[in-house]
Every structure is written in C-alpha cells, then in structure tokens.
C-alpha cells in the first residue's frame, strides 16, 4: 500500500512528477495491501507455466519438417496424454505447495526489504539485481541439485523430475512438491541480499520460469537470443543431463556452465559432444565423398 494518498501527494513527496508507469502504479497499487501485491506472483506464475512452453508444444503436434534438425532427441515423441498429466500435476504443486509458501512466506518479504512504493526502480537498478538473482541462484541451485542425485535424494525425491528422459517446456517445474518447495530458497535468496521493488521480484520470478521452460523445451534453436548470455546453458545442456538419466553425474547448474566446469561435472558432456562434432565431421566428409563419386560416375 502507498503512503501516498493522491498523486499531488506522492508527486509532492517525489518532489517531481510521476512518470506514465509511476502513474500506472500508483493507480493501480495505491488502495491494496502489500500482502496482496505479494500474492499476484502465484497468478502470474501460473500463467507463464501455461502459455510459454505452447509454442513449441504445438510444434511438437504439427511436426514441420523445418524444425526437426534442431531437436535434441529426434526419436522421442511425448503423447499429448503424458503432457496433460504432466500440466495438471504442476498445476496441482503450485496451487498446494508453491502458492501456500509463498503465502506464507509474507512477513520474509517485509523482513528483507522488498518495497512495493514509489519511485519506481530504473532498468539500470533492475538489470544489476536481475544479474544478481540469476548468479545466486545458479550457484546455490548447483549444490541442491548435486545433493538430489545422491541415493536418497534420488530414490525419494529426484527421480520424478527424470521421469523425462525427452524433457519438454511443461515438464520443466514437474518435479516432487518437496524439490519445489527447497529449490525456491536459492530464487528467493537472491532477492534477499539485494532486495529490490515488488516489480522486480515478478519480472525475476517470470524469468526464471521461462529461462527453465526453454531449457527444457527439447529444441536447440540456433536463433534463441540465449546464445549471447555467456556462460548460458540453454536446452541441449540440460537436455543432456535428463537423456542420461538417474545416473547422470554431469550438467547440474541450472542457468549458467560455469559450476559444471569448475567443478568437474561437464566432463561426460564435453566428451560426448567432442565425439558427436568427430562423427558429424565424418559423415559430411563421407557425403562429399560420394557426391564427388556420384559426379565422377556420371561423366564416364
Ligand atoms: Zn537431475
Ligand atoms: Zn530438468
């Protein structure tokens, strides 16, 4: 809620005058209670998990033929059955685990200083808390991700994120409630050591979401704008770590590689990568080869 009861107000307190999205928002957010401005990020989680992985989802059913060199696991195709399962089970954690603590979990967005006033942050605030969150997180969800690959945190818990061998875009928050809910420390911690403006904390949450949705989409487009993020991971790294399976010691970090190669858990990846590019390097030099033989037979 703003301390502003009017625009003259708030303009008086600015000592300027609001800009249109200041406006918006103090039209918007004045009268409702922060609780409340907290709670819109449930809404808006559930509406990111359900329209960004449609496109490649509608792909997968038209199958163009344009698309299929860029699919990771060409062979597998998920039923349309497995990929309703799969959305009504998310939605299913997110209304009865996700959106409780994040209820919940109210007075610690007080506690840490995220403010819902004005002024509005400027890109510049959002873009250095945004690298920020994107670091932390990657770091810290390395670690609990590693855990989850030990025997008991496998057995009981991981293994249903790996039901996926092919992930796919609505796959990516499918997991166990339990991994949900610990992996929502390291998203949260971010924003705990550089607190920012409620703005910010949905726009982090919706990237987070749709920076999973895309590493696990099953496709590795050469034109996704993710390819200028150094050190990004993206769809074929991940995709990597779910086609290996339980076993998978490899490809943990969940943005960047950085953690991977540090810690010496890209090495399975980077081997079979350097074999596919040996193969790959074969196969053209084999189809020049006949193609040079098919020209040489016709001019006999
Ligand atoms: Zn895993
Ligand atoms: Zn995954």
């Not at 449930?42 to 509406?47: P, T, Y």
């Not at 609505?170 to 949260?188: D, N």
């Not at 990597?240 to 998978?248: A, E, I, P, R």
């Not at 950085?258 to 084999?286: F, H, M, N, P």
Request: with cysteine; net charge neutral; hydrophobic share 45%.
């Amino acid at each position: 809620m703003l301390p502003f009861g009017s625009v003259a107000e708030a303009e008086a307190a600015l000592g300027r005058s609001l800009t249109a999205p200041e406006g918006l928002w103090f039209r918007y957010s004045a009268g409702m209670h922060d609780f409340w401005l907290y709670a819109h990020n449930i809404i808006f989680l559930l509406i990111v998990y359900s329209i960004a992985p449609l496109p490649i989802a509608f792909l997968e059913l038209a199958k163009p033929k344009s698309i299929q060199k860029y699919k990771l696991q060409p062979k597998i195709r998920v039923p349309p059955s497995s990929v309703i399962r799969c959305y009504k089970e998310v939605v299913k954690t997110f209304l009865f685990a996700v959106g409780p603590l994040q209820l919940f979990s109210f007075p610690t967005i007080k506690l840490v200083g995220i403010r819902t006033g004005l002024p509005l942050p400027s890109a510049w605030e959002v873009a250095a808390q945004l690298l920020v969150y994107f670091l932390v997180e990657d770091y810290f969800n390395y670690w609990i991700h590693r855990m989850l690959h030990s025997k008991w945190g496998y057995d009981n818990i991981h293994h249903v994120h790996h039901e996926f061998t092919a992930p796919i875009g609505f796959a990516a928050p499918y997991a166990h409630w339990a991994e949900i809910l610990v992996l929502g420390v390291p998203s949260f911690l971010g924003p705990a050591i550089a607190p920012g403006h409620i703005l910010t904390f949905w726009f982090w949450m919706a990237l987070r979401h749709i920076e999973a949705i895309e590493t696990h989409c099953g496709y590795d487009f050469p034109q996704t704008p993710t390819k200028f993020i150094p050190f990004y991971g993206g769809a074929e790294y991940h995709d990597y770590h779910h086609y290996v399976g339980g076993k998978s010691h490899s490809n943990f970090a969940s943005v960047f590689t950085y953690c991977d190669y540090i810690y010496g858990t890209d090495k399975g990846y980077r081997y079979q990568k350097s074999q596919l590019a040996q193969l790959r390097e074969q196969w053209k030099v084999a189809e020049q080869d006949g193609e040079m033989n098919g020209k040489l037979g016709k001019h006999e």
